[in-house]
C-alpha cells in the first residue's frame, strides 16, 4: 500500500470520527440575529440593613421548517413543538436580606447570548460574603437555577451521516428535560458564605449539550474563632423525559432528587451539581 492511500485512509477515518461526533447532544435552540452581552459587578462592605436581589429570564426558541417555498425560524409559542423545533428557557434569581450587622460581598453576573460550544456559557454568576451578626440581626436568602429545554424529533442532516455507523438512527428523537438547583439561607448569624453557577442553553452544533453546574459553600468566617452559625438548604432536582426516533412517547423517564438542610454550628457545607444532557454524552 502506497503512503499516498495510507494518508488518504487516515482522513478519512479522521474525518468520520467527527462526523460522528457531532451526534452527540440534545439540540439546543441556536443565537437569534441580534445578541445581547452584559456584566454586572458588585463589591458592598457595610454595616446596617441591606436588602439585594437579582434575577434572568431567558426564552429562546428555533426551528428549521420549509413552508410554503421558504424556511420558517420559529417563535416563542403556547402548545405543542413543531417538527424540528426546541426552545429552551433559563431562569435565575438570587436575594439577600439582614435586620443589621456587617456585611462584605463581592457579586458577579456574565451574560452572553451567542452561541456557545463546551465549557462555554451563556450565563455565569459568582458570590462570596463574609456576615457578622450585631444585636441578634441575621442574614436570609436565596438562589434558584432552572433549565428547561425540550425538542421535537428532526430528521438529522446527511453531514452527520458515518459510514462506520450501519445502525445509527436517522432521527433525532423528541425530549423535554427539567434540571433545578436551589439554596436557601436562613438567620444566617456568622459565616462566610460562596457560590458560582453556570448555564448553557444556546448552540449552534449539535455535539454540545446544555449544561447547568451549581457550587455553594459555607464556612467559618476565617477572622472569628467559632463555626458559621445559621440554616442552609440546599435541593437539586431534575425531570427527564425521552422518545425515540420519531414518536412522541416517552420512551424513558428519569426523575430525581437530592435535599439536604443544615441548622446550628457549621464547621464546612458544600455542595456541588454538574448536569449535562446528550444523546451520547
Known sequence: MSII??????????LCTNLCLLVIADRLPSEVTENQIFTIDTEIKAVGILSEESSVDWIIDYQRLYVNGSYDYGHIHDGKLNRTESIAILQWDDSLRSSGGSIAMGKKIAYNSKNKAESRYNLQTEKVLTYRTKEGSHLSGGESWSLDVAGNWDYKPEYIRCVFADNDPDYFPAFCNIV????????FNTGQLS????????TYYTQYPSALNYLIAVRPDSGMNSP????IK???????????????NASATNNWKDTISVTGGIEKFQKKLMYESGFKV
Open 234 to 248: 440546599t435541593d437539586f432536582g431534575g425531570s427527564i423525559m425521552e422518545a425515540r426516533n420519531r414518536s412522541n
Open 5 to 14: 492511500t495510507k494518508i488518504c485512509i487516515i482522513l478519512i477515518f479522521v
Open 180 to 187: 433545578k438547583a436551589d439554596s436557601t439561607l436562613l438567620n
Open 195 to 202: 457560590s458560582r453557577g453556570v448555564a448553557r442553553s444556546v
Open 228 to 231: 458559621a452559625m445559621g440554616t
